[in-house]
T-cell receptor, first 114, second 114 residues
């Protein structure tokens, strides 16, 4: 049972435009959410996170939005750059289950077209 | 600081065999988590070790086991391999895992079961 879902397996965006990656979750106990980026032949790299007590967190070109009532989060990348082309995973966890027990989505492959 | 290292990077085994994978965390990190990545299921949590003790476990059969040594290095063992065990096995380390510390992933071990 996939508790974290990324329904778009791929996304293509023009360089300079906004990339929006979406993620839905089913477990209302999740209280911490993360985005990871993965290049081929490398492990996932942490990008940005958000606690359930917030609804937005920004870090440079990356912003994560959390809508708890809809059990939905999104990652905005503005402006998108060719180097952003990678697979993006959203992940969630809750302290009760274990802070390091991350539930991952299946990933969205972002392609930024120069 | 050196990153998380995993050995071997690639492995080919046949059904029924057993395999041991190794993970060396970042120096000073005491928590090591293991994940299985397959195309259909994405990344799934296997287990977490902290101070040589298994602190958390995912929904995998008992054929999957692990251990952690006093220097925080961890090994994962899969016995009686099945074709479905073919996957990328990732380990991640974090400082303590008490709260939401960032997890740093290694490059993974690609296991192919024939």
């Amino acid at each position: 049972d996939q508790q974290v879902k990324q329904n778009s397996p791929s996304l293509s965006v023009q360089e300079g435009r906004i990339s929006i990656l979406n993620c839905d979750y089913t477990n209302s106990m999740f209280d911490y959410f993360l985005w990871y980026k993965k290049y081929p032949a490398e492990g996932p790299t942490f990008l940005i996170s958000i606690s359930s007590i917030k609804d937005k967190n920004e870090d440079g070109r990356f912003t994560v939005f959390l809508n708890k009532s809809a059990k939905h989060l999104s990652l905005h990348i503005v402006p998108s750059q060719p180097g952003d082309s990678a697979v993006y995973f959203c992940a969630a966890s809750d302290l009760q289950t274990g802070a390091n027990n991350l539930f991952f989505g299946t990933g969205t492959r972002l392609t930024v077209i120069p | 600081k050196a990153g998380v290292t995993q050995t071997p990077r690639y492995l080919i085994k046949t059904r029924g065999q057993q395999v041991t994978l190794s993970c060396s965390p970042i120096s000073g990190h005491r928590s090591v988590s293991w994940y299985q990545q397959t195309p259909g299921q994405g990344l799934q949590f296997l287990f977490e070790y902290f101070s040589e003790t298994q602190r958390n476990k995912g929904n995998f059969p008992g054929r999957f086991s692990g251990r952690q040594f006093s220097n925080s290095r961890s090994e994962m063992n899969v016995s009686t391999l099945e074709l479905g065990d073919s996957a990328l096995y990732l380990c991640a380390s974090s400082e303590s895992g008490q709260l939401y510390n960032e997890q740093f992933f290694g490059p993974g071990t690609r296991l192919t079961v024939l």
